[in-house]
T-cell receptor, first 114, second 112 residues
């Protein structure tokens, strides 16, 4: 069965520090998709990235970067030079290609302190 | 932004009453989903639809039913609301390849 684990329930860092959010997944499928979503204090869910299982290249988007490692079943998310506006709950999610469902981790609440 | 709306946005109801939440999309996407979000549980899938009149259960489907009679609308019904169904409900849509999944703004439901 597919499963997503975000072991870090809550993280606090001081502004401008780098921070990495961990995501470990389980799947029996060889074809799958991984996602990250952001939920700011306003409550909406914002799509950040999707990765398929055949693309292990790291992705960078501004201060955000993602490290996908199939060998450790991990899809970690790093924010460089964090800012207060990065404070949010971040969700990692997984979808198997043979399934129509997307399963979410429980989320990591990130506090960026000024 | 993806064209996806939810109604109502807030609702207070009493135990035992029926409640229907509506999700409406203007993107003509095939897949539609209902999730609930609770502290400590993240997002949990209730039901989803892969086409008109085609629906399936998620991980927390007990006490909920859904219907999709048109591509653009996906209804979630609580036949007899209970306090354990107090939650924030999110609708989501995605295209054929299960690409980017876009979420609605959420509905806060309080069952007294």
């Amino acid at each position: 069965a597919q499963k997503v684990t975000q072991a870090q329930t809550e993280i606090s860092v001081v502004e401008k520090e780098d921070v990495t959010l961990d995501c470990v997944y389980e799947t029996r499928d060889t074809t799958y998709y991984l996602f990250w979503y952001k939920q700011p204090p306003s409550g909406e869910l914002v799509f950040l990235i999707r990765r398929n299982s055949f693309d292990e290249q790291n992705e960078i988007s501004g201060r955000y970067s993602w490290n996908f490692q199939k060998s450790t079943s991990s899809f970690n998310f790093t924010i460089t030079a964090s800012q207060v506006v990065d404070s949010a709950v971040y969700f990692c999610a997984l979808s198997e290609a043979r399934d129509d469902k997307i399963i979410f981790g429980k989320g990591t609440r990130l506090h960026i302190l000024p | 932004d993806a064209g996806i709306t939810q109604s109502p946005r807030h609702k207070v109801t009493e135990t035992g009453t029926p409640v229907t939440l509506r999700c409406h999309q203007t993107e003509n996407h095939r897949y539609m989903y209902w999730y609930r979000q609770d502290p400590g549980h993240g997002l949990r899938l209730i039901h989803y639809s892969y086409g008109v009149k085609d629906t399936d259960k998620g991980e927390v489907s007990d006490g909920y039913s859904v219907s999709r009679s048109k591509t653009e609308d996906f209804l979630l019904t609580l036949e007899s609301a209970t306090s354990s169904q107090t939650s924030v409900y999110f609708c989501a849509i995605s295209g054929l390849d299960l690409g980017d999944q876009y979420f609605g703004p959420g509905t806060r439901l309080l069952v007294l």
